[in-house]
């Protein structure tokens, strides 16, 4: 029981406090990532199916610059993904396309933002969203949104919102959906039980935007971690659960956004359900992109730079 309650409260503080910057080492002169291929259930080789999603691959990344993992938000576009760490790098890399293999990836810091760039309680971005030329990037702990020009990554605009700032410093800003029609909706991360959804009526980067509070209720016991726009409408959301018996699982929910008025409550329909003997770890990142008229699901993991959990990729395609 001693074991168990030390490898709970290791992983406890891994994933849910602050960490002490990484040592000083030379960073490499070109940052390499290293694709490994990982199947979708270790019991069962061939299978591919996981409710309505078809797996069409996974990868587990590594790569020779420290400063790659703990990815928590992530966009993929024209075969690249785009992603931020809980520490606050910006990564960049192409998308692997089957077999084992290398690339070169970019690990950089962000030129402005809040507090210190080396500091993760200032720089923790668990949420983003990317349209056009802007990126838009949540930042837990300071329960912050900032807006970057995505061709500089000058920060464009910044706002504190007030209904933001007393959410507890490591459950906030965990999600970001853009809407059609121009407003944004951001996830708390919540307690197990539920969470803040704010409905903000245009840009919330812009302090005095217009806002109002709704709220997501997730699997029990889960909490959400991203989030992404399908399609039609509706918004998938990849909720995260960690137990000292079964370790990290996690679960994804399709939510109908037809019913967006203060006070509401979102309760989702569960897809899928990610525990062993299935691949999965800290699922933390989701990205929805279309790829010959399929609605593909990318799906990303935080390995809190621990060495006994995995940068995961994974791609499914959401089918009927």
Do not use: C
């Not at 406890?12 to 406090?17: D, K, Q």
């Not at 078809?54 to 993904?81: D, I």
């Amino acid at each position: 029981m001693r074991i168990l309650f030390a490898l709970f409260a290791w992983l406890m503080l891994a994933t849910f406090a602050p960490r002490l910057p990484h040592p000083l080492v030379p960073l490499p002169a070109v940052t390499i990532l290293h694709y490994e291929p990982v199947g979708l259930d270790v019991t069962d080789p061939g299978r591919t199916r996981l409710g309505p999603l078809r797996f069409l691959g996974g990868w587990q990344l590594t790569s020779n610059n420290w400063r790659f993992g703990g990815l928590s938000s992530l966009h993929v576009e024209g075969g690249e993904a785009l992603a931020f760490s809980d520490s606050g790098w910006r990564v960049r890399f192409a998308l692997p396309r089957g077999a084992a293999g290398t690339v070169r990836g970019e690990v950089a810091p962000l030129p402005q933002g809040p507090g210190r760039w080396e500091a993760k309680r200032d720089r923790d971005v668990e949420s983003m969203w990317v349209e056009g030329g802007s990126v838009w990037l949540g930042f837990e702990r300071r329960n912050a949104i900032w807006r970057f020009d995505r061709a500089t990554w000058r920060a464009t605009g910044h706002a504190e919102p007030p209904l933001m700032r007393l959410w507890p410093r490591n459950r906030g800003a965990e999600a970001m959906l853009r809407l059609p029609d121009g407003r944004f909706l951001i996830f708390e991360e919540g307690n197990g039980r539920g969470g803040d959804l704010l409905l903000f009526g245009g840009d919330p980067a812009v302090a005095g935007t217009r806002v109002a509070k709704l709220r997501y209720r997730p699997p029990p016991h889960y909490r959400a971690t991203d989030a992404a726009l399908l399609p039609d409408g509706r918004a998938l959301v990849l909720n995260r659960r960690w137990t000292v018996l079964q370790g990290f699982t996690a679960k994804l929910t399709m939510v109908p956004l037809d019913r967006l008025v203060p006070g509401a409550e979102l309760v989702g329909r569960e897809i899928a359900d990610f525990r062993a003997p299935l691949v999965v770890d800290n699922l933390e990142g989701l990205s929805v992109v279309r790829e010959g008229g399929r609605t593909i699901v990318w799906i990303t993991s935080d390995d809190n730079y621990l060495p006994l959990q995995k940068t995961l990729l994974l791609k499914f395609a959401l089918e009927r």
